[in-house]
T-cell receptor, first 117, second 108 residues
Framework: DTGVSQDPRHKITKRGQNVTFRCDPISEHNRLYWYRQTLGQGPEFLTY????????KSRLLSDRFSAERPKGSFSTLEIQRTEQGDSAMYLC???????????????FGEGSWLTVV | EDKVVQSPLSLVVHEGDTVTLNCSYEVTNFRSLLWYKQEKKAPTFLFML????IEKKSGRLSSILDKKELFSILNITATQTGDSAVYLCAVRDDKIIFGKGTRLHILP
């Protein structure tokens, strides 16, 4: 399968615990995005990478959230000291393109569902 | 602040009807506009629009972009129950910003 893959697909955790999600983008894609989606809302931008560089981080993202893409391939999103409000689907997407290139679609993974109890 | 606004937020029609979904946007550095369909999983790609006035078509779905007025529409003709989904509009500058979606429900 050459699509975007995410792991785990589902995670239930107790409030206060840390969780980490992994995303493996399409292999030749240099851009990787993280989004969060709650019921009834569109995907909310969290952060994105071009290769290993984190280019932008949403101001809505608290300090408990951190993302890395150490070798410019897979990425991890860690949430520390989870809260019930963190319950959502965390979507990863990837694309090929940089700078002024506009002609590249982004492809989504299946998402990682987080439930904080 | 960059934003994407979709309307209506929800729509219920009967099978066979034609629907038009709207998307307006304000972004600093527009590169393209994207439409996605989302059922109970990740969004699936429908169209990417970069130029004004050029209609993109795929079966019963079509979409067009107006870069002067900063909006796009997605049309679905002869709707079927399988078209029931959330339709997401997104605009790409350096990142990709989504609207809240239009929840479309087709009654048999």
């Amino acid at each position: 399968d050459t699509g975007v893959s995410q792991d785990p697909r589902h995670k239930i955790t107790k409030r206060g615990q840390n969780v980490t999600f992994r995303c493996d983008p399409i292999s030749e894609h240099n851009r990787l995005y993280w989004y969060r989606q709650t019921l009834g809302q569109g995907p909310e931008f969290l952060t994105y990478f071009q290769n290993e560089a984190q280019l932008e981080k949403s101001r809505l993202l608290s300090d408990r959230f951190s993302a890395e893409r150490p070798k410019g391939s897979f990425s991890t999103l860690e949430i520390q000291r989870t809260e019930q409000g963190d319950s959502a689907m965390y979507l990863c997407a990837s694309s090929l393109g940089q700078g002024a290139q506009s002609g590249n679609t982004i492809y989504f993974g299946e998402g990682s569902w987080l439930t904080v109890v | 602040e960059d934003k994407v606004v979709q309307s209506p937020l929800s729509l219920v029609v009967h099978e066979g009807d034609t629907v038009t979904l709207n998307c307006s946007y304000e972004v600093t550095n527009f590169r393209s506009l994207l439409w996605y369909k989302q059922e109970k999983k990740a969004p699936t790609f429908l169209f990417m629009l970069t130029s004004s006035g050029i209609e993109k078509k795929s079966g019963r779905l079509s979409s067009i972009l107006d870069k002067k007025e900063l909006f796009s529409i997605l049309n679905i003709t002869a709707t079927q129950t399988g078209d029931s989904a959330v339709y997401l509009c997104a605009v790409r500058d350096d990142k990709i910003i989504f609207g809240k979606g239009t929840r479309l429900h087709i009654l048999p």
